[in-house]
Nanobody, 117 residues
Framework: QVQLVESGGGLVQPGGSLRLSCAASASFNAMGWYRQAPGKERELVATIRSRDTTNYADSVKGRFTISRDNAKNTVYLQMNSLKPEDTALYYC??????????????WGHGTQVTVSS
């Protein structure tokens, strides 16, 4: 089974920066960062696929950057110009293919990001 471990969350002031990491136990096809605030539904933040193709939610474009290090099976989310509305539990989700080509998805357990003055 695949394990995903998120890290890098914390408490920052508005305008500050954090870099989240998601370390996987095996190489993956694609990875996405999601977030969920209390009382809100989980939303997609950013995704990255092979060849470094990326997509971002409109709310984070220009502020967040997703990247990957294939040698380390790790994906990063650089978050700049953080706003209070970015406060949420951030999760990574990885896509894998088994020997038949069937795609499977795995979730990490989340890392908390709190943006407050």
């Amino acid at each position: 089974q695949v394990q995903l471990v998120e890290s890098g969350g914390g408490l920052v002031q508005p305008g500050g920066s954090l870099r989240l990491s998601c370390a996987a136990s095996a190489s993956f096809n694609a990875m996405g960062w999601y977030r969920q605030a209390p009382g809100k539904e989980r939303e997609l933040v950013a995704t990255i696929r092979s060849r470094d193709t990326t997509n971002y939610a409109d709310s984070v474009k220009g502020r967040f950057t997703i990247s990957r290090d294939n040698a380390k099976n790790t994906v990063y989310l650089q978050m700049n110009s953080l706003k209070p509305e970015d406060t949420a539990l951030y999760y990574c989700n990885a896509e894998y293919s088994d020997w038949t080509g069937l795609k499977k998805y795995y979730w990490g357990h989340g890392t908390q990001v709190t943006v407050s003055s």
